[in-house]
Nanobody, 124 residues
Framework: QVRLVESGGGLVQAGGALRLSCAASTRTVRNYSMGWFRQAPGKEREFVAAVSWNGARTAYADSVKGRFTISREYASNTVYLQLSDLKPEDTAVYYC?????????????????WGQGTQVTVSS
């Protein structure tokens, strides 16, 4: 069983930045691709970013491309999401997820493990 714990969310003004962290309970995740999703009130959970098991490939939603960066640190079994130039429409609960698929995945159902989420609120 893999446990994922997100942190780093908070309240920030538009144009600001945050760094989200996702700590995994086991180093097994080193063989998994990892992703970030978000869910705004009244909306479906949507893909934000993903990184392959070896860090060689990444994928981003068009809405965050150029503003968000996903990375992973194998020594600590942690995945990061750097959020920059934040906009009010980025307000959501951000979830970390792990996929046993080898390739980068943008599809929710391909992820096997999920964290509890961390709230990001961007004020205008």
């Amino acid at each position: 069983q893999v446990r994922l714990v997100e942190s780093g969310g908070g309240l920030v003004q538009a144009g600001g930045a945050l760094r989200l962290s996702c700590a995994a309970s086991t180093r097994t995740v080193r063989n998994y691709s990892m992703g970030w999703f978000r869910q705004a009130p009244g909306k479906e959970r949507e893909f934000v970013a993903a990184v392959s098991w070896n860090g060689a490939r990444t994928a981003y939603a068009d809405s965050v491309k150029g503003r968000f960066t996903i990375s992973r640190e194998y020594a600590s079994n942690t995945v990061y999401l750097q959020l920059s130039d934040l906009k009010p429409e980025d307000t959501a609960v951000y979830y970390c997820a792990a996929s046993t698929a080898v390739l980068v995945s943008t599809v929710k159902k391909q992820y096997d493990y999920w964290g509890q989420g961390t709230q990001v609120t961007v004020s205008s």
